[in-house]
């Protein structure tokens, strides 16, 4: 862009310059003599800004132009060339915005998104995903995130909240287990944290129940994992029916349904199922003392 103004070069006397945005720099067309310069002050800062924020460009490591910084059409050049030359592709920043888009729905901490993240930033560069859509990427990788935190969720709830089949959830989530080396992920469960994640879900869980569900959860998933039983999603809600029974709280199968990945059906087979392994009658719950019943004494 050449600027025909009415200062002279000092050097050739010559009246035609050139604005460099690039440099803020005001040369002479005819010599190259440097006539201004108004780049704006570079400073380095650094902050614990979450990775959506480092993404709207409101911080990171290195030099700034703020808006606030911009007074004159020079400077607006400056922030366009430093926007066009951010490092962040537009296919990160989506990956970023489905990622929150996900993790929001199941009220994760800041930090996990943060980690999920620097997960990506590591996935990507080992191609892991390599071919992938994107939206496949972000449904798969905060389903392992969650699993390894465990963040009670499923797939057929994953699906519902990222619009990806669980299908492929399944088989790209395994490729990020496979490349953390953490492929028990998704078979790994532990009943207690699993029980006071679900009494957390439920309205006014008296302390006594809480106790008593926790004690039943212990002594049923430990005895069925010594005779090699998958410990069930239905297994847990079915031990606190059981625990609810014994200790006469008021919880229904519909509640639990309503905020556990089980089903009524579900929880009255593996009654059936427990009351054969466990030798009880599952239409007696109700008049066992579950502290008897827990230390194998059936009456």
């Given at each position: 862009?050449?600027?025909?103004?009415?200062?002279?070069?000092?050097e050739?006397?010559?009246?035609?310059?050139?604005?460099?945005?690039?440099?803020?720099?005001?040369?002479?067309v005819?010599?190259?003599?440097?006539?201004?310069?108004?780049?704006?002050?570079?400073?380095?800062s650094?902050?614990n800004?979450?990775?959506?924020?480092?993404?709207?460009?409101?911080?990171?490591?290195?030099?700034?132009?703020?808006?606030s910084?911009?007074?004159?059409?020079?400077?607006?050049?400056?922030?366009?060339?430093?926007?066009r030359?951010?490092?962040?592709?537009?296919?990160?920043?989506?990956?970023?915005?489905?990622?929150?888009m996900i993790l929001?729905?199941?009220?994760?901490s800041?930090?996990?998104?943060n980690?999920?993240?620097?997960?990506?930033?590591?996935?990507?560069?080992?191609?892991?995903?390599?071919?992938?859509?994107i939206?496949?990427?972000?449904?798969?990788?905060?389903?392992?995130?969650?699993?390894?935190?465990?963040i009670?969720?499923?797939l057929i709830t994953?699906?519902?909240?990222?619009?990806?089949?669980?299908?492929?959830?399944?088989?790209?989530?395994?490729?990020?287990?496979?490349?953390?080396?953490?492929?028990?992920?998704?078979?790994?469960?532990?009943?207690?944290?699993?029980?006071?994640?679900?009494l957390d879900?439920?309205?006014?869980?008296p302390?006594?129940?809480r106790?008593?569900?926790?004690?039943?959860?212990?002594?049923i998933?430990?005895?069925?994992e010594?005779?090699?039983?998958?410990?069930?999603d239905?297994?847990?809600a079915?031990?606190?029916?059981?625990?609810?029974?014994?200790?006469?709280?008021?919880?229904?199968?519909?509640?639990?349904?309503?905020?556990?990945?089980?089903s009524?059906?579900?929880i009255?087979?593996?009654?059936?199922?427990l009351?054969?392994?466990?030798?009880?009658?599952?239409?007696?719950?109700?008049?066992?003392?579950?502290?008897?019943?827990?230390?194998?004494?059936?009456?």
């Amino acid at each position: 862009m050449n600027l025909d103004i009415k200062t002279k070069c000092k050097e050739c006397s010559s009246k035609s310059f050139e604005f460099i945005e690039r440099l803020g720099e005001q040369a002479c067309v005819d010599c190259g003599l440097i006539l201004s310069v108004n780049p704006l002050e570079e400073t380095v800062s650094y902050n614990n800004a979450s990775i959506s924020e480092i993404v709207r460009n409101t911080a990171d490591l290195g030099s700034h132009i703020w808006s606030s910084e911009v007074k004159s059409t020079k400077h607006f050049a400056l922030k366009k060339q430093h926007t066009r030359s951010n490092n962040i592709s537009d296919s990160d920043r989506l990956m970023t915005t489905l990622c929150n888009m996900i993790l929001s729905n199941y009220n994760v901490s800041t930090e996990l998104k943060n980690v999920t993240m620097a997960y990506y930033t590591t996935l990507k560069k080992e191609n892991v995903f390599r071919g992938v859509k994107i939206e496949w990427r972000a449904a798969a990788l905060t389903y392992y995130v969650l699993k390894e935190n465990n963040i009670v969720t499923d797939l057929i709830t994953h699906e519902r909240i990222s619009k990806v089949p669980k299908s492929d959830i399944s088989r790209q989530a395994k490729k990020v287990a496979k490349f953390r080396r953490n492929s028990q992920v998704f078979t790994v469960r532990n009943p207690i944290t699993l029980a006071n994640t679900l009494l957390d879900r439920l309205d006014n869980t008296p302390p006594d129940l809480r106790l008593g569900v926790i004690q039943m959860v212990e002594y049923i998933s430990r005895n069925v994992e010594q005779r090699d039983v998958r410990f069930t999603d239905n297994m847990l809600a079915a031990c606190f029916y059981m625990a609810s029974k014994m200790l006469s709280v008021a919880i229904t199968q519909r509640e639990l349904e309503e905020n556990w990945p089980c089903s009524s059906v579900g929880i009255r087979t593996t009654l059936t199922t427990l009351s054969t392994m466990f030798n009880f009658d599952r239409s007696k719950i109700s008049g066992y003392d579950l502290d008897s019943f827990t230390m194998g004494v059936r009456y």
